[in-house]
C-alpha cells in the first residue's frame, strides 16, 4: 500500500469536497429524517393574551418545558403590550399579556434545558381595534412621539430581559408593516434598532410579514442595518400549491401531494427568499428565520394557510409540513430555523392555531399535526454520523466506505467530511466541531484502509 499516494489522492478529494459544500447545501439522502447538524432548527411560538399575575412565571414555565418534552429545541416567546391608538401611548403593563418577569422565567427554563430561545414582542392595538400591521401614526405628531418614545423603552426593556436571562436571538418588531414602509419612521427604526443593539449582545432580527419582507423601505432601514442579523419571515404564503392539488390531496401520506408541496417551498426558497436574503446586510446576506409559520387544519390550507373557510382536513394540514420540512432538508447555512404559529399555553385557548402533541382539549383538530411534528424532531440523527452512533467520527467513514454503492453514494463522503466532530447532544441538538483540515482526514482515512488491508485474508 503506497499511502503517500492514497494521501494525497484523498487531499485532493477532501479539498474537492470542502470546496463544494461552499457552493451547495449539505443534506443526507432522506429528507425524512430531521438531522439537526445540517437542516434549519424547528421550534415553536409561545403567546398568551392574558397576565396570570403570581403564578405566571410558572405558567411560562411549564409551557417552555411542554414544547421540550414535546421534543423540540427551540422556542419563541412573546411578550405583548397594547397602544392607544389615538395618544400613541404603550401600556408599560396589562391584563392581556404577560409581565417581562414572567417571561424571563420562562427563558431561564429554556436556557436550563439546553434550548435555543428567541424573544419576539408583540404590540397590539387596544381592545385588538385592527390589526397592528395597519397602524401608522402620522410622522412628526404628538401621537407618534408618544409612540416611538413608549417603543424604543419597551424594546430596550425586552433586550434587558433577554441579555439578563441569556437569550440567544431577539426580534425588534412583528408585521408592524404600515410602520416600517413609511419612510417617515426611519430615523426611528435606525434609533431603536443601535439602542437594542447597545443592551442585547445576541443576535437581532425582525419578524416581516410574508408580503413585506422585500419592500425596499424595509430593507433600506431594517435588513441593511448593521445591527441585524438575521432576515424573519412570518411565512403564511399563499399558492404553495393549486386548489385542484389541494382538493386532490387525499389522505396522509400522499406522496404526491407533498411533493407539490415541496417543489412550491423549494421554488419560493431558491427564486424569491434566499436570494433577497443574500442581498441583504449591506451586501453580505443575511440568514433567514422564518419566524412563524403555520397552517390550519382546513382544505386548501396550502393554498392559503390563514383560511378556515374550508371543509376540516387534517391531512392537508400534516402534509403541508412535511412538505416543508422536506423543502428545508439541509439548508441549515442559509435558513437558521422555522418557528411554527403557534403552541397552545393558558391565554391561547380559543386560536384556531393552538397545537400540542398531547392534549386535544383545545384545538383537537391540531392533534395529528402536533403528534407527527413532534415525532419527526424526536427521532433526529445526524448527517454524516452513517453508524448512528450520536457522534461524526472516523468510525463513520468506514461505515461508508464499507457501504459505498450499496447504501451510501459518494457524494455522502463530502458530507462526512463537513460533518466530522457533530455530535447529538443527549436533548437531541446538535453541535459542531471544527472541521479537520483536509491533510488531517487523508491520514486517518489512509490510516483505516491500510488496516483494513492488513486484516484481509488472502
Not at 129 to 139: A, C, F, K, V
Not at 157 to 180: F, P, S
Not at 265 to 287: C, S, V
Not at 417 to 431: E, P, Q, Y
Request: proline share 5%.
Amino acid at each position: 500500500m503506497n499511502c503517500s499516494r492514497l494521501r494525497a489522492a484523498l487531499l485532493r478529494s477532501a479539498l474537492v469536497a470542502v470546496i463544494a459544500i461552499g457552493a451547495a447545501k449539505v443534506s443526507s439522502a432522506d429528507t425524512n429524517i430531521y438531522e439537526p447538524n445540517v437542516d434549519p432548527g424547528v421550534g415553536f411560538n409561545l403567546v398568551s393574551w392574558w397576565n396570570f399575575g403570581g403564578s405566571g412565571s410558572s405558567v411560562w414555565q411549564n409551557a417552555v418545558q411542554s414544547v421540550y418534552d414535546a421534543g423540540f429545541r427551540e422556542v419563541s416567546l412573546s411578550p405583548v403590550r397594547f397602544v392607544n391608538d389615538t395618544t400613541g401611548a404603550i401600556a408599560a403593563t396589562s391584563s392581556q399579556g404577560p409581565e417581562l418577569a414572567h417571561i424571563a422565567a420562562g427563558i431561564q427554563r429554556a436556557k436550563s434545558l439546553g434550548m435555543r430561545v428567541t424573544v419576539n414582542p408583540f404590540v397590539e392595538l387596544q381592545n385588538f381595534s385592527y390589526w397592528r400591521g395597519q397602524y401608522d401614526p402620522t410622522p412628526g405628531g404628538a401621537e407618534w412621539n408618544n409612540f416611538w418614545n413608549d417603543y424604543t423603552a419597551y424594546l430596550i426593556a425586552v433586550a434587558q430581559v433577554a441579555q439578563a436571562n441569556g437569550a440567544d436571538a431577539m426580534n425588534v418588531g412583528t408585521e408592524l408593516r404600515a410602520i416600517t414602509r413609511n419612510p417617515g419612521n426611519n430615523a426611528k427604526w435606525t434609533t431603536a434598532i443601535s439602542a437594542v443593539d447597545l443592551t442585547f449582545s445576541g443576535q437581532i432580527g425582525y419578524a416581516a410579514n410574508w408580503d413585506n419582507f422585500t419592500n425596499s423601505n424595509v430593507a433600506a432601514t431594517i435588513w441593511n442595518h448593521p445591527a441585524i442579523d438575521y432576515l424573519g419571515i412570518d411565512a403564511y404564503f399563499r399558492n404553495t400549491t393549486t386548489n385542484a392539488q389541494a382538493d386532490a390531496s387525499g389522505v396522509d401520506p400522499n406522496e404526491a401531494f407533498i411533493a407539490q408541496v415541496e417543489v412550491g417551498w423549494t421554488n419560493r426558497l431558491d427564486n424569491e427568499i434566499l436570494n433577497f436574503a443574500a442581498a441583504q446586510g449591506g451586501g453580505a446576506g443575511l440568514p433567514v428565520v422564518l419566524t412563524e409559520v403555520g397552517y390550519l387544519p382546513y382544505n386548501r390550507t396550502a393554498v392559503n394557510p390563514q383560511d378556515s373557510s374550508g371543509p376540516l382536513d387534517t391531512s392537508e394540514q400534516v402534509m403541508a409540513f412535511k412538505g416543508l420540512m422536506r423543502a428545508l432538508d439541509g439548508r441549515s447555512d442559509q435558513l437558521q430555523a422555522a418557528h411554527i404559529w403557534q403552541w397552545g399555553m393558558p391565554g391561547s385557548n380559543g386560536s384556531l392555531w393552538n397545537i400540542n402533541a398531547t392534549n386535544p382539549a383545545n384545538q383537537p383538530n391540531n392533534l395529528p399535526l402536533g403528534q407527527w411534528l413532534s415525532s419527526f424532531v424526536s427521532a433526529p440523527q445526524l448527517a454524516g454520523d452513517f453508524n448512528g452512533d450520536g457522534l461524526v467520527d472516523v468510525a463513520d467513514y468506514t461505515t461508508w466506505r464499507d457501504g459505498l454503492g450499496a447504501e451510501y453514494p459518494i457524494e455522502d463522503y463530502a458530507v462526512w467530511v463537513a460533518r466530522f466532530g457533530d455530535t447529538l447532544a443527549a436533548g437531541g441538538s446538535a453541535s459542531t466541531a471544527s472541521i479537520p483540515e483536509p491533510g488531517v482526514l487523508a491520514t486517518i482515512v489512509c490510516w483505516l484502509v491500510v488496516g483494513s488491508t492488513r486484516r484481509t485474508p488472502h
